[in-house]
Each structure stands twice: as C-alpha cells, then as structure tokens.
C-alpha cells in the first residue's frame, strides 16, 4: 500500500507563495502519473497540476489554466518527493490541498482517477 503525506499548507496574504510538498512511500522512475488536487469551500475537486512520465519516459507537466504561469509541479528526492511550488497566490486559491499517484501507467491528465490519495493539507490566502 502507497502512503501519501502532504505538507507545507498554511496561511498567506494574496501575493504571497507556499511550497506543498508530498512524501510518498515509493520511488518513481517511470510509468507514474502524479498530481496535486484542490477543493475549495462548495467547490468539486478540481486537477490543478500533474507531472507524468508517459510512454517516453520523459516527464511532463500539465497545468490548470488557473494557476498556469504561477505554480510549478516537481518531483525530486529520489523520486520520492512531489513539490507544488505557488506564487503569486489569490483568494480564490483557497482549498484543501490533496496529492495523489497512480503507478505503472501511461495515461495521465488533470481529471486521472488516482490510486492513491494523501490526506490534504489547507492552504488560505487572505486579500
């Protein structure tokens, strides 16, 4: 079984930046779909950022057009370690924060029905 651990969440002023960070309890070096996820109050989850490998074995990103230009998705650590680097943060970007893995496969998107989820972390910014 694949554990997923988000930190990093917390409370910021809009404009201000918050590194996620999500430990996971597998290496990833090819053939995995990884994302981040967010709901916000009355809100469905919504994909916001995912990083795959693909059939190449060349990592890509995919981003929401929301948070296109200001978050950035990483994996480092081993390839343990999945990052959702967020700058220039809005109200508007206020949720729960979930990271989520899918191994030994080749499709991936914003909308991937994962295998494994973490528990979320909060993330509030404050106009």
């Known amino acids: 079984q694949v554990q997923l651990v988000e930190s990093g969440g917390g409370s910021v002023q809009a404009g201000g930046s918050l590194r996620l960070s999500c430990a996971g309890s597998?290496?990833?070096?090819?053939?995995?779909?990884l994302g981040w996820f967010r709901q916000g109050p009355g809100n469905e989850r919504e994909g916001v950022a995912i990083?795959?490998?693909?059939?190449?074995?060349?990592?890509?990103?995919l981003y929401a057009d929301s948070v296109k230009g200001r978050f950035t998705i990483s994996l480092e650590n081993a390839k343990t370690t999945v990052y959702l680097q967020m700058d220039s943060l809005k109200p508007e970007d206020t949720a729960m924060y979930y990271c989520?893995?899918?191994?030994?496969?080749?499709?991936?998107?914003?909308?991937?029905?994962?295998?494994?989820w973490g528990q979320g972390t909060q993330v509030t910014v404050s106009s």
């Open positions: 990083i795959a490998s693909g059939s190449t074995g060349r990592a890509y990103t």
């Open positions: 597998r290496s990833t070096y090819s053939d995995y779909c």
């Open positions: 989520a893995a899918t191994y030994n496969t080749w499709s991936c998107g914003l909308a991937y029905q994962h295998h494994y």
